[in-house]
Structure formats: structure tokens, C-alpha cells
């Protein structure tokens, strides 16, 4: 009955296994830098976009279709920080853009109840978008002293951890 609202609900699906991939790789590439504050964020935000599969996944199933859980593109191997929050940012962007238009189109389709799941995910999408956007920014205004720092408070910490376990 909801052919569309299946078939966009799975574009939905593919875009966040998309995401989950993407950011777990740049979360292991800043844990091994000792980014943590940025690893962590990148782990937090995966974990978000899974909840976000099983939203889809379970309207989905609702509407009595089938899940097709197939990623929607590659994960690019990046390293360089600045470009991995630049790559998430826009990501989230896309993610917003899309979940919106896609919200409108259930909408016209006479199915509130998968335009409500894409409203719900537009409103976490934009939060993830602000989380990376304010990361950029630092790293725009305090330069590579905003990524030392971090690397130092890694470091201390790791240090910390080895010296606990010493001492047990
Ligand atoms: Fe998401
Ligand atoms: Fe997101």
C-alpha cells in the first residue's frame, strides 16, 4: 500500500548503515591518533544512527515491507581529522536535506506515520551537524593547538590507565 514510503524508508536505512561504517572507521583513526574527545563523539554518533536504522527498519516492517540492509556507498579512507569532520558535516547535511524532502513526499502520500519517523530523524540529524560543524570551527580558529591539546589529554590518560593497572 505504501510502495514509496517503503522504498524511501530503505534509501533512509542505507544512508545511516552508510554513516555507522564511516563514522566507526574514523573512531578507531582518532582513538589510534588519541583523539579521544573526537573518537568519542564519532562512536556516540554511530550508536545514534543505528537507533535510527531500527526507527526505519521497524516502520518498515510495519508497513509490511522488507528491510534491504545494504550500505549506500563505501567507507572513504580518510586520516586527516579536519577532512573527517569536514566529510561528517556534510553527511549530516545530505542527511537533513534529504529526510526533509522525504517527509514531505510520505506526507503527500497520505502516510503520516513515516513522515513522523523522518521529522524525528531531521531533528537529530541537524544536532549531529552541529556537533561536527563546532569541531571544525575550532579546529579552524585554534588551529593544530585545538588537536594537540587533545592529543596531550589522550596521552595523559593512557597514562593514567597504564599506571592504575601497574599499581594493581
Ligand atoms: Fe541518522
Ligand atoms: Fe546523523
Known amino acids: 500500500?505504501?510502495?514509496?514510503?517503503i522504498e524511501?524508508?530503505?534509501?533512509a536505512v542505507a544512508d545511516e548503515l552508510y554513516a555507522v561504517h564511516q563514522y566507526m572507521y574514523f573512531h578507531f583513526h582518532c582513538e589510534d591518533q588519541r583523539y579521544e574527545l573526537l573518537a568519542g563523539l564519532f562512536i556516540r554518533t554511530a550508536i545514534e544512527e543505528m537507533g535510527?536504522?531500527?526507527l526505519c527498519a521497524e516502520r518498515i516492517?510495519?508497513?509490511d515491507g522488507e528491510v534491504e540492509m545494504v550500505a549506500s556507498a563505501e567507507v572513504k579512507k580518510i586520516h586527516e581529522v579536519k577532512k573527517?569532520?569536514?566529510l561528517?558535516?556534510?553527511?549530516?547535511?545530505n542527511s537533513v536535506k534529504d529526510y526533509n524532502i522525504w517527509a514531505n513526499e510520505c506526507s503527500a502520500n497520505n502516510d503520516a506515520g513515516s513522515r513522523m519517523v523522518f521529522e524525528g530523524l531531521v531533528g537529530d540529524e541537524e544536532r549531529h551537524y552541529s556537533q561536527y560543524d563546532d569541531e571544525v570551527v575550532n579546529i579552524e580558529k585554534f588551529g593544530d593547538r585545538y588537536l594537540a591539546l587533545q592529543s596531550i589529554e589522550g596521552s595523559k590518560s593512557a597514562a593514567a590507565a597504564s599506571a592504575a593497572t601497574t599499581a594493581e
Open 1 to 5: 500500500m505504501h510502495e514509496k514510503s
Open 88 to 93: 561528517a558535516r556534510k553527511m549530516e547535511e
Open 8 to 11: 524511501l524508508l530503505n534509501k
Open 84 to 86: 573527517m569532520l569536514e
Open 61 to 63: 516492517l510495519f508497513l
Open 52 to 54: 535510527h536504522i531500527e
